[in-house]
């Protein structure tokens, strides 16, 4: 199974250069890779960093492209940056350029189960040093200011024998905005128990008696007993309420904290390794 992260590079300064110088243009990128936390891969017995045509016959290279058709795809083969492995399973990994701003990361996995791994641990890493990179470029005076990577929202995976993505992962990057996207239902419950427990702990002396008329037709009640039942009522819904509002604010700290990758696939999202958390 192979997926697709894009990753758009934002150089605040202009200083990146230009794609048609290659030579210092693959430098550049291969380094902001490293200070990602990805070294590119040296094949087989050559310790130094492997030329294009190098990449273009590696058959680890290959293997990643295998089976795939498209006019992206041989702008791809053309430019070929570095290939790496995550830490996580080791699954391999090729990183190319599409166009002066935008990257391709094209992994490969045999198995769903560790490909959602590696993409979880590149997205996570990228996400961690883009927001350093923010963050120094905010306080910072100087005027060459850091360039980072900016993730894509959707992952394409494709399964053999598919020319189309088949799975798409989502990247959580508003976690409030994930919750109430995720967990409708849960939202949904928690407003409408906060909302009926207020209202009846408001207006519960004031529905007492005509609730009690109205229900004279069935059975006879006492005003004071239709009371204490819309109060134990209330009480009820609060309750509630304060559960599942518990169980919204711990699923927004796990988002929060992981930035998780949401499945299309009905299955849980996907966080990177613990190491990083």
Sequence with gaps: MRALIRVTIVDPSGSLS????????????????KAVGYDPRSLGTNRGLPTESELEES???????????GTILEEERKHLLMLGY????QARFVVCSTNPKVLHIRVRD????????????????IWKHSAQQRLRNFISRKPQRRRYLQLHDVIEVMEPAHKTATILGNIIRRPLRAVFKYHQKETLLAVFTLVTSVL??????????????????????KV?????????????????????????????????????????AGIEPTRGPQSDG
């Design 86 to 89: 995550t830490n996580a399973g």
């Design 200 to 221: 009846l702990f408001w207006y519960a002396p004031d529905l007492a008696p005509p609730l009690t008329k109205t229900l004279a037709t069935l059975k006879s009640f």
């Design 59 to 69: 058959p680890e290279v290959r293997s990643l492209f295998e089976n795939l058709e």
């Design 18 to 33: 230009s794609r048609e110088d290659r030579e210092n243009h693959d430098k550049e990128i291969i380094a902001l890779f």
């Design 224 to 264: 004071e007993y239709i009371q204490g039942a819309l109060e134990r009522t209330y009480s009820a819904l609060l309750v509630t309420f304060a559960v599942t509002g518990v169980q919204l604010l711990l699923r927004y700290f796990e988002f929060r904290k992981s930035r998780p990758i949401m499945w299309n």
């Design 110 to 125: 045999d198995l769903f189960e560790k490909l959602r791994v590696a993409c979880a641990e590149i997205c996570v890493k």
